[in-house]
């Protein structure tokens, strides 16, 4: 993979990730202009990703209403919401060992994949700004983790990333759908999965 593939695949997972920040205004304007729609097709391009580039400025015609969806939908401000964090929609522990009554169950947070992503921090020395703290396997960070991967010339490890960490997603989308005002951030994220699932199986390692 050369370096300007690896490149625009960073940039759109990084891009998909500003989308589960708090909003602003300069964000907005810059993914509703036309310049930047042109910008998204080149980046998809280069990426390798066979897909069209939805219209933004019709999904969210206005600021305000990119802000209510987020913070209806996503933000956990209002209930019920869907929260975009991992450990949510899966086993808070496999652990057959674990002895608390929630081991077996979803809907919990700082479950077994936040404590893998915490350590996949750690291991290259990142520190998670302090609002992420307690969901170290927020969906912002699980994107720009996997933009890192690919920019640093990682691949093989960005698809075994995907695979691990970002198989929920059907699972959140599904919760968007049932949530007031989640519509259209569910639209969001069953285009990056339909991006996502353009990424080959990783490699299996000869053993």
């Known amino acids: 993979m050369d370096e300007r593939t690896r490149s625009a695949k960073a940039e759109l997972y990084r891009f998909f990730a500003e ?16 310049r930047y729609s042109e910008e998204l097709s080149r980046l998809l391009h ?16 206005s600021f305000e209403e990119f802000a209510e969806d987020y913070r209806r939908a996503v933000s956990g401000t209002v209930h019920p919401y869907a929260p975009p964090v991992e450990s949510i929609y899966k086993p808070w522990t496999e652990d057959p060992e674990a002895e608390v009554p929630m081991a077996g169950q979803k809907g919990y947070f700082y479950g077994d994949p936040a404590l893998h992503m915490r350590h996949l921090y750690d291991e290259l020395g990142i520190t998670l700004p302090s609002e ?9 960070l699980e994107l720009e983790f996997l933009a890192l991967l690919f920019e ?10 995907i695979r691990e960490h970002l198989n929920w997603l059907g699972d959140f989308r599904t919760e968007l759908e049932e949530t007031p005002r989640g519509e259209r951030y569910a639209q969001l994220v069953a285009w990056l999965e339909d991006i996502l699932r353009q990424e080959p199986e990783p490699k299996r390692k000869d053993k």
């Open 132 to 140: 992420y703290a307690g969901m170290p396997d927020h969906l912002t």
């Open 46 to 61: 280069e990426a390798g990703y066979a897909t069209t580039v939805p219209n933004l400025r019709e999904l969210w015609p």
């Open 152 to 161: 640093t010339g990682e691949p093989e490890a960005a698809r075994l990333f």
């Open 19 to 34: 989308f589960f920040k708090p909003p602003e205004e300069n964000f907005y304007r810059e993914f509703t202009s036309p």
